[in-house]
């Protein structure tokens, strides 16, 4: 480095390629033997559904900067937004090639051996024929609706990600028309990849066709009369995300429910086309959705792979999946049904997947049905659709209890399921509101108020993921009950602030974004800087899902360059750029990848040997220290404490499924030489499990 200037571009590493090289390592794990089989399937059908989330998401705002006068403003890396769009699409390239491959040269190969089989028109037998045209004539034919493409036909409406087939024709219909093509939409409603009866066809126990051999197998069919000298699949990725206005919203909610009704026709931002498809076909949908040939992917197999995944429910081998784990409970809770007894005596950690989600709902449902509880206050973010925490508020608001639920309606992706969520609510007499407009309420946090004796007093659950009973079990997460009196009065006064109007409150314990998250992180920081001016041991360790906040990253820095340890556990994007010579040789950066997704936040300071252990809501991200409702909220228990950093310690000592940041932006897999090989996840369900 010519300068140790902090601003210096060449000291971040750009987002999006960041968050490229994190699908990745995720599409590694589809190459790695020591996963079971199915196991890597899926690995690789998330990694080309987070690559759909990312052209959706991520380059569809770098389309619209383009649009702007941003186009030519750089991100603190220094690229601007064409220079970002070009390395893009090299990256992302490499990246498809790379799935196709995987696909067709490693696992199908792999699969085959173990009997699951995904047929080719070509390798059908007779039995498999017959049962599958029978299959076209009486389950998809009636509901599929080609369009000959002609003056009184144009183009149809593409909807988002769904597949389709343009189909090249010659000879006249029954009218004398010829256009020459025809578009096929796939409904949605029919499955991707169809499984074969096997007394039927005379084939093996798992043998399944894509939807899309299929149709084009018998497409002939659809066009009776005329020649069909090409049938081509296709699907358009478009620009998924809606804004919302601040200042010309009067109503939230309708204004969500206007925009997920445009969001299955944004802009196009990708195209992926079969690969055999001939150049003159490929030109014309080019053209048809303006895409320039840098957003073009040619494909060798299924245009969406993701669809894959659902074989897993259908094959009935425990031996090629993970093997199925018990969640346990903690003992406090075992011991005593009587959770706000528990409560009452000590805090409570819960560490999920490893422990249960259970108690959180049980917890719910005990002060939905407790006398003397007189009010539930809940935010909730993601959910599910059947949820039991929903259930259990329900119940507590027909009951007569107050129950308030601040519910975030643009919870990208939730949107649709959080709207019905609000509106069963608001049937049981729950008192429902939507957050902020213009900052999204992330915070993870449930507050009861039980009446004991001539006091009130607060139970609190918080926690660093989404009151989500499915994704519990996949996620890593903590969760904290508590009675203590100030965080308790600190919830209630955020609630206050999320539901009514009035000045930012003062609070005891919280940290809380937008307003005092940031400038807390950055003090603790600075403590540790501090401390080693003056001689003393300092440390910091990390764990969040991205490191993105350019302040954040050069306090980093400032403290790396004083000799401070620092330890980043950052699963997905990291723009520090760690082993830079006088600015971040005291920085390591690692990534693991297991299989629970690593999304618990926490924010570790040695703080002169007393270590400061906080748990958040909130990731090292522009957006969730200053857009976002988000708590970061302190473990005072020594041993709860203790035991965090033992985990964190845990992950650390990871040389499996960990990944290292190099300086030049890349991860390298950590490869266990002599010692014997340590997983932290493996290690956490041993610990638990016993």
Same mark, same amino acid.
């Given at each position: 480095m010519s300068s140790l200037d902090l601003n210096n571009p060449e000291l971040f590493i750009n987002r999006e390629l960041s968050l490229l090289e994190f699908n990745q390592r995720v599409l590694a794990q589809a190459l790695d033997p020591n996963i079971p089989l199915l196991e890597r399937l899926n690995y690789l059908c998330i990694s080309c559904s987070n690559l759909d989330e990312f052209y959706e998401v991520r380059v569809a705002s770098l389309l619209l900067q383009m649009e702007e006068i941003a186009a030519g403003v750089a991100s603190p890396d220094g690229?601007?937004?064409?220079?970002?769009?070009?390395?893009?699409?090299?990256t992302a390239h490499k990246l498809v090639a790379e799935q196709y491959r995987t696909l067709n040269e490693v696992l199908i190969p792999l699969l085959e051996r173990e009997n699951i089989r995904f047929l080719k028109r070509d390798n059908w037998n007779s039995g498999q024929k017959a049962w599958l045209e029978k299959y076209f004539n009486e389950a998809l034919m009636p509901i599929l609706t080609p369009v000959g493409l002609d003056s009184a036909h144009p183009f149809p409406r593409i909807l988002n990600k769904s597949l389709n087939f343009i189909i090249s024709l010659t000879g006249k219909d029954a009218f004398g028309r010829n256009s020459g093509r025809a578009i096929l939409q796939a409904p949605r409603a029919l499955p991707r990849i169809v499984q074969l009866p096997r007394q039927e066809t005379g084939g093996g126990q798992y043998d399944f066709v894509f939807l899309s051999s299929i149709i084009h197998a018998f497409i002939n069919e659809l066009f009776h009369g005329m020649t069909v000298k090409g049938c081509y699949q296709f699907r358009v990725?478009?620009?998924?995300?809606?804004?919302?206005d601040d200042d010309a919203v009067d109503d939230l909610l309708s204004a969500v429910q206007g925009g997920l009704e445009m969001r299955n026709y944004g802009d196009e931002v990708r195209l992926e086309i079969d690969a055999n498809c001939p150049e003159e076909t490929v030109n014309f949908l080019l053209a048809r959705f303006e895409l320039a040939a840098d957003r073009l992917f040619m494909v060798n197999g299924p245009v969406n792979l993701s669809r894959m995944q659902a074989v897993q429910s259908l094959i009935d081998r425990p031996d090629l999946k993970f093997p199925p784990f018990k969640t346990s409970t903690p003992s406090a809770l075992a011991r005593n049904k009587d959770y706000f007894a528990s409560i009452r005596k000590q805090d409570i950690l819960l560490h999920h997947p490893f422990e249960s989600f259970s108690p959180v709902?049980?917890?719910?449902?005990?002060a939905a049905e407790d006398p003397d509880v007189l009010a539930i206050k809940q935010t909730l973010y993601r959910t599910g659709v059947d949820s039991p925490v929903v259930g259990a508020l329900i119940k507590a608001a027909k009951s007569g209890k107050e129950v308030t639920v601040v519910i975030e309606l643009l919870a990208r992706f939730d949107e649709k399921d959080n709207i019905g969520l609000a509106e069963k609510l608001q049937e049981a007499a729950a008192h429902v509101v939507y957050g902020v407009v213009g900052y999204k309420t992330h915070a993870k946090m449930c507050l009861v108020l039980r009446k004991e004796g001539a006091q009130l007093r607060s139970y609190l659950h918080l926690g660093t993921g989404n009151y989500h009973p499915k994704t519990s079990k996949l996620y890593t997460d903590y969760g904290l009950f508590t009675c203590d009196k100030e965080l308790g009065d600190d919830v209630r006064r955020v609630f206050t602030q999320l539901t009514s109007l009035g000045k930012v409150s003062k609070l005891n314990k919280l940290l809380q974004s937008p307003f005092t998250l940031h400038q807390g992180l950055l003090k603790m920081i600075e403590r540790e800087i501090d401390n080693a001016k003056n001689g003393k041991s300092a440390q910091i360790i990390i764990k969040v899902n991205a490191v993105v906040e350019e302040q954040v990253i050069q306090a980093l820095y400032r403290a790396s360059q004083v000799g401070v340890k620092i330890d980043l556990l950052v699963r997905g994007i990291c723009c520090l750029r760690p082993g830079v010579p006088g600015v971040s040789e005291n920085i390591q950066v690692r990534s693991i990848i297991g299989r629970f997704l690593e999304h618990n936040r926490v924010y570790a300071f040695y703080n002169n040997g007393d270590w400061s252990i906080? +748990? /958040?809501?909130?990731d090292l991200m522009n957006r969730n220290m200053f857009r976002r409702v988000e708590i970061c909220f302190p473990i005072t228990d020594k041993? +709860? /404490?203790?035991?965090?950093?033992n985990d964190l310690k845990c992950y650390l000592k990871d040389n499996s499924q960990a990944w290292l940041l190099q300086s030049n932006g890349q991860y390298t897999r950590i490869q266990a030489q002599s010692q014997p090989l340590f997983q932290a996840q493996t290690e956490l369900l041993k610990q638990f499990s016993q």
């Amino acid at each position: 480095m010519s300068s140790l200037d902090l601003n210096n571009p060449e000291l971040f590493i750009n987002r999006e390629l960041s968050l490229l090289e994190f699908n990745q390592r995720v599409l590694a794990q589809a190459l790695d033997p020591n996963i079971p089989l199915l196991e890597r399937l899926n690995y690789l059908c998330i990694s080309c559904s987070n690559l759909d989330e990312f052209y959706e998401v991520r380059v569809a705002s770098l389309l619209l900067q383009m649009e702007e006068i941003a186009a030519g403003v750089a991100s603190p890396d220094g690229l601007t937004v064409p220079e970002q769009l070009e390395k893009i699409s090299v990256t992302a390239h490499k990246l498809v090639a790379e799935q196709y491959r995987t696909l067709n040269e490693v696992l199908i190969p792999l699969l085959e051996r173990e009997n699951i089989r995904f047929l080719k028109r070509d390798n059908w037998n007779s039995g498999q024929k017959a049962w599958l045209e029978k299959y076209f004539n009486e389950a998809l034919m009636p509901i599929l609706t080609p369009v000959g493409l002609d003056s009184a036909h144009p183009f149809p409406r593409i909807l988002n990600k769904s597949l389709n087939f343009i189909i090249s024709l010659t000879g006249k219909d029954a009218f004398g028309r010829n256009s020459g093509r025809a578009i096929l939409q796939a409904p949605r409603a029919l499955p991707r990849i169809v499984q074969l009866p096997r007394q039927e066809t005379g084939g093996g126990q798992y043998d399944f066709v894509f939807l899309s051999s299929i149709i084009h197998a018998f497409i002939n069919e659809l066009f009776h009369g005329m020649t069909v000298k090409g049938c081509y699949q296709f699907r358009v990725t478009r620009n998924s995300d809606f804004f919302v206005d601040d200042d010309a919203v009067d109503d939230l909610l309708s204004a969500v429910q206007g925009g997920l009704e445009m969001r299955n026709y944004g802009d196009e931002v990708r195209l992926e086309i079969d690969a055999n498809c001939p150049e003159e076909t490929v030109n014309f949908l080019l053209a048809r959705f303006e895409l320039a040939a840098d957003r073009l992917f040619m494909v060798n197999g299924p245009v969406n792979l993701s669809r894959m995944q659902a074989v897993q429910s259908l094959i009935d081998r425990p031996d090629l999946k993970f093997p199925p784990f018990k969640t346990s409970t903690p003992s406090a809770l075992a011991r005593n049904k009587d959770y706000f007894a528990s409560i009452r005596k000590q805090d409570i950690l819960l560490h999920h997947p490893f422990e249960s989600f259970s108690p959180v709902v049980e917890f719910i449902r005990q002060a939905a049905e407790d006398p003397d509880v007189l009010a539930i206050k809940q935010t909730l973010y993601r959910t599910g659709v059947d949820s039991p925490v929903v259930g259990a508020l329900i119940k507590a608001a027909k009951s007569g209890k107050e129950v308030t639920v601040v519910i975030e309606l643009l919870a990208r992706f939730d949107e649709k399921d959080n709207i019905g969520l609000a509106e069963k609510l608001q049937e049981a007499a729950a008192h429902v509101v939507y957050g902020v407009v213009g900052y999204k309420t992330h915070a993870k946090m449930c507050l009861v108020l039980r009446k004991e004796g001539a006091q009130l007093r607060s139970y609190l659950h918080l926690g660093t993921g989404n009151y989500h009973p499915k994704t519990s079990k996949l996620y890593t997460d903590y969760g904290l009950f508590t009675c203590d009196k100030e965080l308790g009065d600190d919830v209630r006064r955020v609630f206050t602030q999320l539901t009514s109007l009035g000045k930012v409150s003062k609070l005891n314990k919280l940290l809380q974004s937008p307003f005092t998250l940031h400038q807390g992180l950055l003090k603790m920081i600075e403590r540790e800087i501090d401390n080693a001016k003056n001689g003393k041991s300092a440390q910091i360790i990390i764990k969040v899902n991205a490191v993105v906040e350019e302040q954040v990253i050069q306090a980093l820095y400032r403290a790396s360059q004083v000799g401070v340890k620092i330890d980043l556990l950052v699963r997905g994007i990291c723009c520090l750029r760690p082993g830079v010579p006088g600015v971040s040789e005291n920085i390591q950066v690692r990534s693991i990848i297991g299989r629970f997704l690593e999304h618990n936040r926490v924010y570790a300071f040695y703080n002169n040997g007393d270590w400061s252990i906080n +748990l /958040a809501s909130a990731d090292l991200m522009n957006r969730n220290m200053f857009r976002r409702v988000e708590i970061c909220f302190p473990i005072t228990d020594k041993k +709860l /404490a203790e035991r965090i950093l033992n985990d964190l310690k845990c992950y650390l000592k990871d040389n499996s499924q960990a990944w290292l940041l190099q300086s030049n932006g890349q991860y390298t897999r950590i490869q266990a030489q002599s010692q014997p090989l340590f997983q932290a996840q493996t290690e956490l369900l041993k610990q638990f499990s016993q």
